[in-house]
């Protein structure tokens, strides 16, 4: 599945954007990240190992929140040199540089996270792919809208 218009649930594009995320990008791991007011609730991923799917964390303490607070890309090459980057969340896991798109702008209500197991830059190339597939999902967050949402109790969190 990877058509983004054809989404019927959150859940259906979470499904969509991990696949696509790595797919457009080579990386090692993706996620999809959704806005819960001061939260951030890591909804989906795709990776070599397990990330942070299922998790929340606050608004203020993730890079995801950073892209959705700030509503700009961010580009780490190297975790350990980022100081948006929570250390205690990253290094148990295999990512050593990320590229974290918000969705939505101006108020993003989600991000796209790329994760690569060693120290890269993304590209202008792997950055324009991620940003066309945030504004794609953009779309169909805002055709769908936000009633399925993890927080809503018709959520499936498959």
């Given at each position: 599945m990877t058509n983004l218009a054809a989404a019927q649930t959150l859940a259906e594009v979470g499904e969509i954007v991990r696949v696509e995320a790595r797919r457009l990008t080579g990386a090692q791991g993706a996620t999809f990240v959704l806005r819960e007011q001061d939260r951030c609730f890591y909804a989906d991923e795709d990776a070599i190992a397990p990330l942070w799917k299922g998790q929340r964390f606050p608004i203020s303490a993730c890079i995801s929140g950073w892209a959705m607070t700030h509503d700009e890309t961010a580009v780490v090459p190297d975790i350990e040199l980022d100081e948006r980057i929570p250390l205690e969340a990253y290094m148990p896991t295999f990512v050593?540089?990320?590229?974290m798109v918000p969705v939505g702008s101006p108020a993003?209500?989600?991000?796209?996270?790329?994760y690569w197991s060693r120290h890269h830059r993304a590209t202008p190339r792997q950055i324009a792919a991620l940003q066309g597939l945030a504004e794609r999902t953009a779309e169909a967050i805002h055709r769908i809208g936000l009633g399925d949402a993890p927080w809503a109790p018709t959520f499936s969190n498959r």
């Open positions: 050593r540089s990320l590229l993003p209500t989600a991000a796209i996270g790329a």
